[in-house]
């Protein structure tokens, strides 16, 4: 599976008075991945959702968290593809600190290809091929 | 000036590791006090964006901080215009503490009224009565 | 399996440019169910973490989103305790919208019981019974 | 006034359903400003919050809201120390779109310098040089 990295520092707004992160931030943070992982794939989330009305629409998402984040910690989110078809594709992520390759959580988000009426529908061809898509 | 209450409970996603709540959702939570007074009004922001095309973007926020909020505590926002035209409005905030009354924090936010294209408008005659605008 | 119902307006601040909820609020709120439900046993998170040093580390947490929640809905968090153990417990959410009914997601969160030093323990005797821990 | 540039993406999870970046997140954006100008400075907050018990208690912020910042685009916040004496210190921040140049929003924070105990203190000498205080 080819996998893609993004990389970033925890922000003080995300950990909470246990003095770590918060667990919903970890789902803003795949979602972070999940973008830069289409910009290195030679596409933007935004211009298709713009351009072509195409959202993704997530129908699951799971979290397993092993070790906490911490405030300033350097993060890395390694985000792949680990099934795609016409109507719905699932990325996979392995969220790790930067500066012990440590992995602090890992999951996954299923997402559904929707139109402009948040509607189900089938990714454009165009756009397939990116994806692995036949 | 008249006001509002409105009340909920501190979240615990809203604490940071200083134990206390992160300086940016007094922000959230004035929007909660701002909601809660245009329904008390008798009419909802919702609509007024969905069947109007009618927003409130907002031009400046201020908040000064004078007592932590703290995870659990219930807090009142209370809630006024303290100035309004027919292109902008001004809200002030009281945030205080439910149990014991004790202003944790003040301020105001300053909005435009914005079109569908988020251009600055008017707002329609039949909302200006509500908000006291001649 | 007895559950509680949390019940809450959708904030502005918990929207996307999708016009929806963006989906990592949904745990914010199954957070908010599960204070509810324990303030329902009787007992105080808040006070279980100040007073005996007892955290709920979150060790996976899953949700399936049904349909989108929208800005100004009422929502209610239906929560419940799915499996306890001494060292473990699941809590079960279902989000729906309160004005229909309607399912909008369902998910759990599995917590390990830590203490002040982040490291699993036991939970207290004196929490068990509440839980329907033996 | 020495500043300091901080960059980073707009997220999807910062956007509301205006379409636009929803306005308490320009505090977090300050917020990770006033971090990466502290580091350029040469140290980290987070070690002197850590190893000194020292914090920085918001006292007051503020911000002007300009254009609205979108979704994906590059940011930059320009930070710096606005005024600052051993008790408080004011930081000015410049919000911009870093592809155009131009200026969405600019704001200030005051905050006091707090002990381990949330109370008022002053900031030890060591730290005092690299903020300019004498």
Same mark, same amino acid.
């Given at each position: ?21 918060? #667990?919903?931030? #970890? ?9 830069? #992982? ?26 397993? #968290? ?9 993060? &890395? ?34 997402? &559904? ?22």
């Amino acid at each position: 599976m080819k996998t893609h990295d993004a990389r970033f520092r925890v922000r003080y707004a995300e950990t909470d008075q246990m003095g770590v992160v918060y #667990y919903a931030n #970890y789902l803003v943070w795949m979602e972070v991945g999940r973008v830069e #992982y289409c910009r290195s794939l030679g596409f933007n989330y935004r211009d298709m959702e713009k351009e072509d009305g195409i959202g993704l629409a997530v129908a699951e998402a799971n979290c397993r #968290y092993l070790f906490p984040a911490r405030y300033d910690e350097e993060i &890395v989110v390694k985000t792949g593809v680990s099934e795609a078809g016409p109507r719905m594709i699932q990325f996979s992520y392995q969220i790790e600190n930067a500066a012990n390759g440590k992995t602090l959580a890992s999951g996954f988000t299923k997402h &559904v290809f929707v139109g402009p009426d948040m509607r189900p529908c089938k990714l454009p061809p165009k756009y397939r091929a990116r994806f692995g898509i036949k």
